[in-house]
């Protein structure tokens, strides 16, 4: 092919500060061993057979739009979760959502106030929009500092995320410290409780955010499909939030977005939740065998309430990363700081035991 001109189209300058979305890797074929995707946080279970009939039946009208209003499953949402219709808006995964969640309340230069480290894709959509992101460094126990993020917050500050269990370091945020918290902030910036991991949750201190929402009228809560349900691939996610909330980020959501297959889908696995609950409940018995593991081979591992676990490996964390590719297992480093691994089958935790305890036993 000749050589193409540079383009002197001008695009904006936001765009040079919005880092590069990192997805978990494949994972790699090795010889002779079943190499797995632990980098994700994916479901490591298939559809159910009744979600895929749903989504069978519903491809024969791809020739379609969808309902743009998504009506069925704001619907079933609704009376799922016991809130007015009027008080949801979907979007084509809750990352999607979330985009919304900045265009409704963001001008340029206003700020975002969140964890760090945490949800690779925060940073990326402020700088996206044009605002800016100001992280609070998580305590050290991974946790998120709650009165570090109160004094975080300026005449600028638009919206808070509170990501819990916050992904990648595994704890979830209290009840009580989250009402503390919610005291001090300004009624005019939105509180954003990103819960894309709930249903993992075991600890009895976890908030009730719809509880808490409906008693607060700046707090929106972000649920998706994509990890106990299990339907990453087909991109659907939801925010629960005050009516004036709702209408604006369903005016921000790409028209039809949400695709029949993926609201068929997602009422099936509503419909089937019973059936998908005893997949959580294997994932989180895996996850609490994941970490006993851990923790009697010596590792300082925090709580994990969600389907990862994370090993604060500072600048270990891509040898390690390598260590483990090398054994079939793809997890995932964030550079500097550790790595995160999701937990799958039973299989693939038997082996990243095997890999941390020689990692271990080689230092
Ligand atoms: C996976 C994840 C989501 C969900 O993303 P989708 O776009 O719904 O697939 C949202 N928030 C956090 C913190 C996540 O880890």
């Known amino acids: 092919m000749s050589q193409q001109p540079t383009s002197p189209v001008r695009l904006r300058s936001t765009l040079g500060g919005v880092p590069a979305y990192v997805p978990g890797k494949p994972a790699a074929p090795l010889e002779g061993v079943t190499a797995y995707k632990i980098s994700s946080n994916e479901n490591p279970y298939p559809p159910l057979p009744s979600v895929l009939d749903a989504v069978t039946e519903a491809a024969a009208s791809m020739n379609r739009y969808p309902d743009m209003g998504v009506t069925e499953l704001t619907a079933a949402l609704s009376e799922r979760l016991g809130v007015p219709a009027t008080h949801l808006a979907t979007g084509t995964g809750s990352v999607a959502v979330l985009a919304q969640l900045i265009a409704i309340t963001c001008d340029p230069g206003d700020e975002v106030v969140y964890a760090w480290r945490s949800f690779e894709a925060y940073p990326i959509v402020v700088a996206l929009a044009g605002a800016t992101s100001v992280q609070v460094p998580l305590d050290a126990d991974a946790r998120h500092d709650l009165d ?6 300026t005449d600028r500050t638009r919206l808070v995320l509170v990501c819990t269990p916050n992904n990648p370091t595994g ?3 209290r009840e009580d410290e989250l009402r503390a918290f919610l005291a001090k902030v300004p009624q005019d910036v939105l509180v954003v409780v990103d819960e894309a991991y709930l249903e993992f949750t075991t600890e009895e201190t976890v908030p009730d955010a719809l509880a808490i929402y409906r008693q607060h009228p700046n ?6 499909f994509s990890k106990a349900y299990g339907l990453a691939g087909l991109r659907v996610g939801y925010a629960v939030a005050h009516e004036e909330v709702a209408t ?3 005016k ?4 039809f977005g949400v695709t029949d297959l993926a609201q068929r889908a997602a009422i099936a696995s509503l419909d ?9 409940k294997e994932l989180v018995a895996e996850r609490e065998r994941l970490v006993a593991g851990l ?3 010596g590792w300082e591992v925090p709580d994990a309430q969600g389907n990862f676990v994370w090993l604060p490996l500072g600048d270990e964390a891509v040898p390690f990363g390598q260590a483990c590719q090398a054994r079939g297992l ?3 480093p964030f550079a500097g700081d550790g790595v995160r691994v999701t937990v799958a089958e039973p299989e693939a935790t038997d082996r990243l035991l095997e890999v941390t305890q020689e990692w271990r036993s080689s230092r």
């Open 171 to 173: 704890p979830a945020v």
């Open 148 to 153: 570090a993020m109160a004094a975080a917050i």
């Open 272 to 280: 089937a939740y019973d059936e998908l609950e005893v997949r959580v």
């Open 248 to 250: 604006a980020l369903r």
């Open 219 to 224: 707090v929106a809560v972000l649920r998706t």
């Open 252 to 255: 921000a959501a790409t028209p």
């Open 295 to 297: 923790r009697e081979q």
């Open 330 to 332: 793809t997890v995932r």
